[in-house]
């Protein structure tokens, strides 16, 4: 029962941290649904049954997608800490991009660090690339062209190649939906 009170404490903390944000979709789906469909994913795709992992699924993009300010960063930081555990905590960080850094350095710091994440932190980062491929294959952001989403699916291929050997239901997911992402994009 403590698990589950852990996931649920998740949801809400995510919930009010994401509340105002919506997915670059045409369909503007509430930011929220992002994170809970990576949690599922793990569950009920994966198998993966580790409160922690589910835990740091829901809140994986709190820190990186939530705060302005370094102030704003600790402060949230150690809300995490005391609510969540340190556990929780450094899962999260292992996956949170620095937003100091440029957008194309962010994600050439992803491909780099892939491999020498924790096995939590590459399952989580594996089931995020997937849900992110399947969202762009179905509801591709209004603004990209398509080869900016070509693009996007070529770098997300190179992350996932330094993710590899954690969960081969996972891995499975990601090349289906890589496939069904490259065929609608030819």
Excluded: C
């Excluded at 809140?59 to 704003?72: A, F, M, N, W, Y």
């Excluded at 179905?138 to 190179?158: C, F, G, N, T």
């Amino acid at each position: 029962m403590e698990d589950i009170s852990l996931i649920m404490k998740a949801l809400d903390f995510a919930a009010g941290r994401h509340k105002a944000q919506f997915r670059k979709g045409e369909d503007k789906s509430p930011y929220i649904n992002h994170p809970i469909q990576v949690a599922d994913l793990l569950v009920n795709e994966a198998g993966e049954k580790d409160p922690v992992l589910i835990t740091t699924a829901i809140l994986h993009d709190v820190i990186e997608d939530t705060v302005r300010g370094k102030k704003e960063k600790k402060v949230l930081i150690g809300q995490i800490r005391e609510i969540f555990g340190e556990e929780v905590l450094s899962i999260t960080l292992e996956v949170t991009d620095d937003k100091s850094l440029t957008k194309k350095e962010r994600k050439r710091q992803q491909v780099i660090h892939a491999p020498s994440l924790s096995a939590k932190a590459k399952k989580l980062k594996l089931a995020d690339k997937i849900m992110n491929v399947r969202d762009i294959t179905a509801h591709p952001p209004v603004v990209w062209p398509i080869k900016r989403i070509k693009k996007y699916l070529d770098w997300s291929e190179k992350v996932v190649a330094g993710l590899r050997g954690v969960n081969s239901n996972l891995e499975q997911s990601f090349d289906e939906s890589m496939k069904a992402g490259r065929a609608k994009y030819k």
